[in-house]
């Protein structure tokens, strides 16, 4: 008798529930570098080439914030909401990020390399480039998104889902993946297909793939 196909052992990101209360109307003016704010609410501020490098935020929320050329060097954010935020130039690297959540927000290129993010999800928002370069990701869903170029090469990554997303191109040269799931996800162009090993894809998806990795081993096809 035949055996039943093995189930799939892949694992999904744990997100951990974001509660906000109790918070304080901040109009930022005061907000500076190396700060450490905590159970702010900041709506409608302008951030934009403000110098907030290794300064923390905690249980904060933000909506509609401008952070064009903010710089976030070494910044740290725990348990913060953010809807609508804004920037053409998003500086982040070498920032740590664990339970936020980022929503309908409209970003440019967003530099994260050397960062670390753990129960993150960020969800319907068009971004032109997120370099995540040598970044460390545990625990993060990417749900809903247009993202023309996505780079991952060298990143550590265990429990990623890409979920109904449009990627132009993703990048996973020298990336090692663990329980990264991209099945309901479109994606134009795949760098490095060699940096894909622990990702799982569908059935789709490897027919589109078929040509590239035909002729990375060398595979004549006619």
């Known amino acids: 008798m035949a055996k039943p196909p093995a ?10 529930r974001i509660l906000l209360e109790n918070l304080l109307d901040n109009d930022g003016a005061l907000v500076g570098r190396g700060d450490d704010r905590e159970a702010e609410r900041y709506s409608r501020v302008d951030f934009s080439g403000r110098d907030f490098t290794g300064t923390r935020f905690a249980e904060c929320e933000f909506h509609g914030v401008d952070l064009n050329t903010t710089v976030l060097r070494g910044s740290t954010w725990n348990e913060c909401v953010a ?17 936020v959540r ?6 440019g290129s967003v530099e994260l390399y050397d960062s ?7 969800d ?10 040598n970044a460390t990701l ?3 869903l990417i749900s809903n998104c247009i993202i023309d ?10 429990r990623l889902e890409l979920r109904d997303c449009r990627i132009g191109t993703l990048d996973v040269a020298g990336a090692r993946l663990t329980d990264v799931d991209l099945r309901s996800s479109d994606f134009s162009a795949i760098h490095s297909l060699e940096g894909l090993r622990g990702a799982t894809i569908d059935d789709a998806q490897l027919a589109l793939l078929a040509p590239l990795l035909a002729a990375q081993l060398g595979i004549l096809v006619e």
């Open 102 to 107: 980022i929503e309908h927000s409209r970003l």
């Open 124 to 133: 319907g928002s068009k971004l032109d480039f997120i370099n995540l370069r």
């Open 149 to 158: 170029e996505l780079d991952l090469s060298g990143a550590t990554v265990q």
């Open 7 to 16: 189930r799939s052992k892949r694992r999904g990101p744990q997100l951990d």
């Open 83 to 99: 809807t609508e935020l804004h920037a053409a130039v998003f500086s982040a690297p070498r920032s740590s990020w664990r339970d």
């Open 138 to 140: 545990t625990d993060v």
């Open 116 to 122: 670390g993010l753990r129960s993150v999800q960020l």
